[in-house]
T-cell receptor, first 117, second 112 residues
Framework: EAGVAQSPRYKIIEKRQSVAFWCNPISGHATLYWYQQILGQGPKLLIQFQNNGVVDDSQLPKDRFSAERLKGVDSTLKIQPAKLEDSAVYLC???????????????FGPGTRLTVL | GQQLNQSPQSMFIQEGEDVSMNCTSSSIFNTWLWYKQDPGEGPVLLIALYKAGELTSNGRLTAQFGITRKDSFLNISASIPSDVGIYFCAGQPMEYGNKLVFGAGTILRVKS
């Protein structure tokens, strides 16, 4: 079974530029997550989708970050404009979407490493 | 918000030694998970714990869900060079469904 796919793997941009990341979850997974992982820290949830609806975006900096999952499958995360502190690895994860409880394991993609100069 | 305190921050051990790391929180969690992350990769699930007091093994790995629901530990027995990586605990807070909160990670280095 194919895992979570992400692209690009690496991206270097200058501050104030825009950037977009793409994620293709595991087939059949209803829930999709975007995490930000700053060097030396654990992943922090930015946004969670259930199919094409947003479940939780409480930690998404909405003045510059946006995400969509229009058809309930692939998702894109955009940053516009980027700041130096946005340098991090952006991880996408997906899960079956069973209601909270046993079995709703999140599977992570390899991430996109963003460097903002 | 919920915060997980993971310790130790890093370990440098001799091949063959046993390793122990733990996570604590002031909040109650429904689920405790342990992930391993290799350089340039996303976290990979090692062990999932769903019930207070549960003790689960996966090969040389053993993890326990604390009886108070506020802590968990991971043990690795007879470490080998490929155990090198960053280990993260993660929990699903009781009041937040399947949202995951991660610890800061334990960096494991193994000297052969």
């Amino acid at each position: 079974e194919a895992g979570v796919a992400q692209s690009p793997r690496y991206k270097i941009i200058e501050k104030r530029q825009s950037v977009a990341f793409w994620c293709n979850p595991i087939s059949g997974h209803a829930t999709l997550y975007w995490y930000q992982q700053i060097l030396g820290q654990g992943p922090k949830l930015l946004i969670q989708f259930q199919n094409n609806g947003v479940v939780d975006d409480s930690q998404l900096p909405k003045d510059r970050f946006s995400a969509e999952r229009l058809k309930g499958v692939d998702s894109t995360l955009k940053i516009q404009p980027a700041k130096l502190e946005d340098s991090a690895v952006y991880l996408c994860a997906s899960s079956l979407g069973i209601l909270a409880g046993e079995g709703d394991t999140q599977y992570f993609g390899p991430g996109t490493r963003l460097t903002v100069l | 918000g919920q915060q997980l305190n993971q310790s130790p921050q890093s370990m440098f051990i001799q091949e063959g030694e046993d390793v122990s790391m733990n996570c604590t929180s002031s909040s109650i969690f429904n689920t405790w998970l342990w992930y391993k992350q290799d350089p340039g990769e996303g976290p990979v699930l090692l062990i999932a714990l769903y019930k207070a007091g549960e003790l689960t093994s996966n090969g040389r790995l053993t993890a326990q869900f604390g009886i108070t629901r506020k802590d968990s530990f991971l043990n690795i027995s007879a470490s080998i060079p490929s155990d090198v990586g960053i280990y993260f605990c993660a929990g699903q807070p009781m009041e937040y469904g399947n949202k995951l909160v991660f610890g800061a990670g334990t960096i494991l280095r193994v000297k052969s």
